[in-house]
């Protein structure tokens, strides 16, 4: 009854609000659906944000790298560089350098050139010089040959090196021997020279047994060795054949004393005794056998045939030999005057 005695107008009303409150929840779902929206794209671009916050900082950390990099790199190029320069300015200096090392092997190559053709002239100077030194002393008699190992050797410079060495020593010691002999020789004359003057003058009668004299013949020989105590005992056996002694007035007078022969004393037949022993040995000359010394004078080699055996060993110090050769007949020399 109510509602059929309602107005219109409250109905309208009524309908009014109806239709409001429909407008209002759906406007308010409406806004919630967007709200949803809103933050599911908000946590989408939240998500993306922090991916690309992520990638950022990566890259900046492969720039830095980069650029850690590119200044290694630059002063590696700065060092490389430097030692560039350094290899250029050594390269300069090493064809500068080269450059005076040839100029200098050119002329060494043409002074090279210019003393071998030298050394040939002297060599053959040297050889003229030798044999003319054989012509001329040729009467003396050979040299002794030299003594060479023939066994082959490592260097051939070594081995005449050591041949030189081995020949100068030689050398030297007979040079040693020579001066040694003439002292002797010497000293052995004025002991003889003395005896005589104080003797004084007396009658000397002519030797039975003369003793053979040495010959110059015989000093040419190298190595003679010198004894002094058979050549004074030599000395004295030939002055006591020589002389006899001296009478006296009373022997000689025939008045006072029968002139019986005189009789010699034990001294004087011992002497006689030894003189007779000297004349049957064979023929000696300061100890040495003369026939040996001749026989070997004629089995050695002259001087041209050790020359041609040992040249290429002796071209290097010619000249040196030739000093010591014309030194040695010197020495030989002298004896010879001694004895004469």
Do not use: W
């Not at 022997?251 to 004087?268: C, L, Y």
């Not at 045939?305 to 071209?315: D, G, Q, S, T, Y």
Request: contains cysteine.
């Amino acid at each position: 009854l109510l509602f059929k005695g309602s107005s219109p107008v409250n109905s309208d009303i009524e309908i009014d609000g109806v239709g409001r409150i429909a407008m209002v929840t759906k406007q308010v779902t409406d806004a919630e659906a967007k709200l949803k929206k809103h933050k599911l794209l908000l946590m989408k671009d939240e998500s993306v944000l922090k991916h690309l916050l992520q990638q950022e900082a990566k890259k900046k950390e492969s720039v830095r790298l980069a650029e850690s990099k590119i200044a290694k790199l630059n002063e590696q190029l700065q060092a490389t560089e430097k030692v560039l320069n350094a290899n250029k300015i050594f390269l300069k200096k090493l064809q500068e350098q080269i450059h005076r090392v040839q100029q200098r092997v050119t002329v060494k190559k043409a002074l090279a050139l210019k003393y071998g053709e030298e050394l040939a002239r002297a060599k053959a100077l040297a050889s003229k010089e030798i044999g003319k030194r054989k012509l001329e002393h040729s009467h003396f008699g050979p040299n002794k040959t030299l003594k060479l190992d023939k066994s082959p050797s490592s260097s051939p410079k070594k081995h005449s090196a050591e041949l030189i060495a081995q020949e100068k020593k030689r050398l030297q010691q007979l040079q040693h021997e020579y001066a040694l002999k003439i002292q002797q020789l010497k000293e052995a004359h004025a002991y003889q020279n003395k005896d005589r003057l104080t003797i004084g003058p007396s009658v000397e009668e002519e030797s039975e047994f003369a003793l053979p004299q040495p010959s110059l013949h015989d000093l040419t020989q190298d190595k003679l060795s010198l004894d002094i105590e058979e050549n004074c005992f030599d000395d004295e056996i030939s002055s006591n054949c020589s002389r006899e002694r001296r009478r006296s007035f009373r022997e000689s007078n025939s008045f006072t004393k029968p002139n019986f022969k005189h009789v010699d004393t034990p001294k004087q037949e011992a002497a006689n005794k030894l003189s007779k022993k000297t004349l049957e040995q064979p023929e000696l000359f300061l100890g040495l056998n003369i026939d040996e010394l001749k026989n070997l004078y004629v089995k050695a080699d002259g001087l041209k045939e050790v020359l041609e055996k040992n040249a290429p060993f002796m071209i290097s110090n010619e000249e040196n030999a030739c000093g010591q050769v014309s030194c040695m007949l010197n020495n030989r020399k002298l004896i010879a005057s001694t004895y004469s």
